[in-house]
C-alpha cells in the first residue's frame, strides 16, 4: 500500500485545517487557534500520507481517551457511560483519497491505540441530521453499533453514538 501513518506535526497544521473544514458539516469548523487547542488536548492525532508525498496529509483521526478535559457534548454523553474508551472526534479524509482504505487504515491505527490503552470500547458519532449515510455505513461496516442518539448544537444536529467493541478491531 503506497499510505503511511504517522502522528500529526506542526507543519500539517494548515493542511489538516482546510481537510477539517471541507468537511462540515460531517465535522464542526475550527479556526487555527481553536484546532490548535483539540489537537493539542487530544490523546493522538493521526495522519494518513502517500508514501511518495509525506508531507501531504490526505487524510487525519483525533482521538481522546478517558478523562480527557474535553467540553465536546458527544464526548461528555460517552465519559458518563463508561470508564474504559478510546473516543474518536473526528475522522476526515480528503475528497480526492476517498475509496482508497484510507479510513479503515485509519481506524486500524484507533483500534491499536485502543488496544494499547487496555481499553474496552472505541466510540464515536455520525451526524443523522444533517444526514451522513456515507459515514454510517462505513462504520457500520466496521463494526460499530448504535448505542444511542442526541441533539446537539441547540437543536440543529442530531448525531447517532456509536461503539465497537476493541477485541473486534476494525473488520
Known amino acids: ?16 485545517l482546510g481537510l477539517n473544514n471541507a468537511a462540515v458539516p460531517a465535522v464542526n469548523a475550527h479556526d487555527e487557534a481553536s484546532l490548535s487547542a483539540l489537537l493539542a488536548a487530544s490523546s ?56 482508497q482504505g484510507l479510513g479503515a487504515l485509519l481506524y486500524t491505527a484507533i483500534f491499536a491505540a485502543a488496544r494499547a490503552a487496555d481499553v474496552g470500547q472505541v466510540f464515536c458519532e455520525v451526524n443523522i441530521t444533517p444526514p451522513n449515510p456515507r459515514s454510517l455505513a462505513f462504520h457500520s461496516r ?21 461503539s465497537a467493541p476493541v477485541a473486534a478491531g476494525a473488520r
Request: hydrophobic share 45%.
Open 1 to 16: 500500500m503506497p499510505y503511511s501513518l504517522r502522528h500529526l506535526l506542526p507543519t500539517d497544521a494548515a493542511p489538516v
Open 44 to 99: 493522538h492525532a493521526l495522519a494518513v500520507v502517500h508514501d511518495e508525498a509525506p508531507g501531504e496529509v490526505l487524510g487525519f483521526a483525533v482521538l481522546f481517551g478517558v478523562d480527557a478535559d474535553y467540553a465536546s457534548e458527544n464526548y461528555r454523553w460517552f465519559s458518563a457511560r463508561s470508564e474504559s474508551f478510546l473516543y474518536v472526534d473526528r475522522i476526515v479524509v480528503s475528497d480526492q483519497a476517498r475509496n
Open 142 to 162: 466496521l463494526g460499530f453499533e448504535p448505542i444511542g442518539e442526541q441533539s446537539t448544537k441547540g437543536g440543529t444536529v442530531v448525531v447517532s453514538l456509536l
